[in-house]
């Protein structure tokens, strides 16, 4: 969405007093079987996690809280790492469908990094080493355009609705959540109020909430007490941990609540929750190898360039608001076929003219198109003007030539890129085996001086394009 | 955050505009009590830095300085192109520890002289830690801002030394945090910009380049990774701008207190909410008061879209109780019951 667009979203959320759905359509497919949330509370800047609430979203969770998180002694993790392969095992079992909810991007940092700990660590236990290389599993599932994976509240919510707070505040789960709760009479006060406390994965600190400085200083006093005084202050630091990983948890269980509620459909989807699921089913069961080589990173780029290509089509074909604003900015053209040029109906050849008053069009010549809502696929081959001063865009159709309810003049289309979404593996092993300088060179080669042909560029360009 | 240092010249450079900002720099005293000599009221949100950080940054400190700095002379022996065990290592904490004016005013000297000695082609350290630096702004309150980096690594190349700096907090590949990596930088250019003072002050003629080094944490344990170099063009020019804007509000504040502390013209000045305050001011709530029910209160974006307006007036527009004055209103009002129309009803989550 433009600025434009989101700021008056914003001006009518304060208007009504809620939150305004920018999407009629979801950005996350349907929870598969094997679905989890994870919530977590970390020490600020150590990053060691010192309790985790998870366990399946519509019971109660199980809950650890670490008493010395930052000890080598990681023990204390071995019923979340018993969780996690058991929930690996699960997905592997449904050919590599999982759906991990978390509350925010706070939550997947800090499971990272807990992989980073722990995968290659040789003094870990064995279960805490698969623990590590699960998490790393996610989270770098988690860095795919469009994954269908991590689900993160906030960041789900923040795309699909907008509040009357600024951008920056939305960031604050809580907050977003007081404009989505129908019970909330004055949100803006309400959200505002509840920015006071962290969302954020941590203890709150302020001065009516202590608990950060509090848990610090039992921490220390633990070290030195014995006994029964030992005891009860253990027993306090697992009571605030406890309190306050369970608020993480409540605001995970508040936001899908308010997510799902939303009610939006999620069509299209299929192609990104398969790339999804195949990338995970592949890591699971043989773990995660980061990419290092110049041919690997050009792979991970490729697969990261066709997700969003993905995901940014999907969104469009399936959501009106999206195409709407697309429309506006010439990524979607719509209008009216004014002559099809196919010689025998039903058959190839066929070449339409759709002519369109839009102000802007960005199909170019050899754009792949399709038309929106059916299976008509075709390619840009012209773009010229009308004579009332519109657009006129001539399409070859290389797909769904028999649907001449569409291929008929006088229809009204929508048109739009069709994806490309293709990562070429056979070129990249290429590389591999060749090692080209570009990709493993530290200089470019010397040319020797050829004679200049005396053609122009343009020209043999022209000659290489298709007729 | 803090208004000392670097830091002050951080948050300057952040928004130089806010002449709150410059009578906070210019107050004794923490920023918090800045605050509640304004308001009247205890500040009662978080505040300051955790014992968490604070133990974690003296850790990494601690670890990385340790054995004659052995974890950072291995991380530099690579830029320097010598063997670690070659590289030669000073560190002013362990002639004048502290933070106490005296110390720093020592430290100071110390490093002052370790320059001249480099510039004169005298024997020098490669990695001077705990240098003492400092930007004047003389004359008149705060005459001078210290500036402490971590460390200067003398350049192989030119035999300038480079300013660098150490974070502890956890990064994954050395790949860092756009905005952690923005903030970093402004510091780094402050500290470059203390060091061209140090060196103008011996020679004006030496060129001090304007790169920095930044050395993060590693995941395990306090291990640092390699060190970064950062170009830091756009980060020195801003620091430039900060304090040039520090000078121009020092001057407006001092002509309006007449010698009271500078908190008590506070409600005479001119503040620049910007959504970034929320997260680094004490002052951000207060400041946004002053423009409550403005779009501005909506962010910045929708300040730069809609212009400097109520949002009654925009709503006005929408519910055809106030005509637009322009075409660009006349474009919001359209819109605006467009989007109506969508979301009266059943849309409206």
């Not at chain 1, 996690?84 to 079992?93: F, K, P, Q």
């Not at chain 1, 122009?456 to 007729?467: F, G």
């Not at chain 2, 009271?260 to 620049?272: I, R």
Request: glycine share 8%; proline share 6%; charged share 25%.
């Amino acid at each position: 969405m433009n600025a434009f667009d989101d700021t008056l979203h914003r001006v009518m959320a304060r208007h009504m007093n809620r939150a305004i759905p920018t999407r009629t359509s979801s950005g996350l497919s349907n929870d598969p079987d094997v679905s989890i949330g994870i919530a977590t509370i970390k020490i600020v800047t150590e990053d060691q996690i010192q309790a985790i609430a998870f366990g399946s979203l519509d019971e109660e969770p199980e809950v650890i809280v670490r008493l010395a998180p930052i000890d080598r002694d990681v023990t204390d993790l071995m019923p979340f790492a018993a969780f996690m392969e058991r929930t690996a095992n699960r997905a592997l079992a449904a050919g590599g469908a999982l759906r991990i909810w978390i509350p925010h991007s706070v939550t997947l940092e800090a499971l990272d990094i807990l992989g980073h700990r722990y995968w290659h660590n040789q003094t870990a236990p064995d279960a805490v080493v698969r623990m590590g290389k699960i998490c790393r599993v996610v989270a770098h599932e988690a860095t795919f355009p469009g994954q269908q994976v991590v689900a993160d509240a906030a960041a789900l919510l923040q795309d699909h609705v907008v509040t009357g707070l600024a951008p920056i505040e939305e960031g604050h789960l809580d907050a977003m959540l007081a404009w989505l709760d129908p019970a909330v009479r004055d949100p803006l006060t309400e959200a505002r109020e509840r920015i006071r406390l962290p969302a954020s994965g941590i203890l709150p600190n302020t001065p009516d909430h202590p608990a950060d400085d509090r848990v610090d200083r039992l921490r220390k006093e633990v070290k030195r007490a014995t006994g029964r005084r030992c005891a009860i202050l253990k027993g306090e630091i697992e009571d605030i941990l406890r309190r306050w990983v369970l608020r993480e948890w409540q605001l995970l269980v508040d936001a899908r609540r308010a997510f799902l509620g939303l009610g939006l459909p999620s069509a299209g989807l299929e192609g990104l929750v398969e790339d999804s699921t195949n990338r995970m089913n592949y890591a699971l069961a043989n773990g995660h190898f980061p990419a290092r080589q110049p041919h690997k990173l050009a792979v991970l780029l490729a697969q990261m360039e066709a997700g969003l290509e993905k995901t940014e089509l999907a969104a469009l074909e399936g959501d009106p608001i999206l195409r709407e604003q697309a429309q506006r900015a010439g990524g979607v053209v719509h209008g009216i076929v004014s002559d099809v040029r196919q010689p025998r109906p039903g058959r190839n050849p066929c070449t339409i003219d759709v002519d369109s008053n839009q102000g802007v069009i960005r199909l170019r010549l050899d754009d792949k198109v399709k038309v929106v809502g059916t299976s008509v696929t075709g390619v840009v081959r012209g773009v010229s003007s009308t004579r009332a001063g519109g657009t006129r865009v001539s399409i070859q159709i290389t797909g769904g030539v028999r649907q001449t309810s569409i291929l008929s003049a006088g229809a009204r289309l929508e048109i739009m890129r069709q994806g490309y979404g293709f990562v070429n593996f056979h070129a990249f092993n290429l590389v591999n085996q060749r090692q080209p300088w570009p990709f493993y060179g530290e200089a470019a080669p010397r040319i020797a001086a050829g004679t200049p042909s005396g053609r122009s560029a343009l020209a043999i360009a022209a000659e290489a394009r298709r007729p | 955050m803090t208004v000392k240092g670097s830091t002050a010249l951080v948050r300057l450079a952040g928004n130089p505009s806010c002449e709150i900002l410059g009578a906070m720099v210019m107050q004794e005293g923490s920023e918090k009590r800045f605050y509640e000599r304004i308001v009247g009221e205890p500040y009662d949100r978080e505040f300051g830095e955790r014992p968490s950080s604070k133990r974690r940054g003296a850790q990494f400190e601690q670890n990385v300085f340790a054995g004659d700095a052995r974890l950072l002379r291995e991380s530099f022996a690579p830029f320097l192109g010598i063997d670690a065990d070659a590289v030669i290592v000073r560190n002013l904490f362990d002639d004048y520890p502290g933070t106490k004016d005296d110390s720093r005013v020592a430290r100071l000297r110390i490093t002052r002289e370790i320059l001249a000695d480099a510039v004169a082609g005298r024997p020098a350290p490669h990695i001077i830690i705990q240098p003492q630096l400092l930007i004047p702004t003389s004359p008149g309150p705060r005459p001078y801002f210290f500036i402490a980096p971590d460390l200067l690594v003398r350049s192989p190349t030119d035999g300038v030394y480079l300013p660098g700096d150490l974070k502890s907090f956890i990064v994954r590949e050395n790949e860092v945090a756009k905005g952690d990596l923005a903030r970093v930088r402004l510091q780094l250019g402050a500290q470059a910009l203390a060091l061209m003072h140090e060196y103008h002050r011996i020679d004006p003629s030496i060129t001090v380049g304007s790169n920095g080094m930044l050395i993060f944490s590693r995941p395990n344990g306090l291990n640092p990774h390699a060190p970064r170099i950062e170009d830091l063009g756009g980060a020195i020019e801003a620091i430039r701008i900060g304090i040039s804007a520090f000078l121009r509000h020092r001057q407006r504040i001092n002509e309006l207190r007449a010698g009271a502390e500078p908190f008590t013209v506070a409600t005479d000045l001119s503040p620049n909410f910007q959504d970034a305050c929320l997260t680094t001011c004490v002052m951000a709530q207060w400041c946004r008061q002053r423009v409550a029910g403005q779009t501005s209160d909506m962010g910045e974006i929708a300040r730069e879209v809609l212009g400097d307006m109520s949002i009654e007036h925009v709503i006005g527009l929408m519910t055809g109780t106030i005509e637009p004055a322009n075409d660009h209103e006349r474009i919001v009002a359209v819109q605006l019951r467009e989007l109506a129309a969508q979301h009266n009803t059943e849309r409206v989550a």
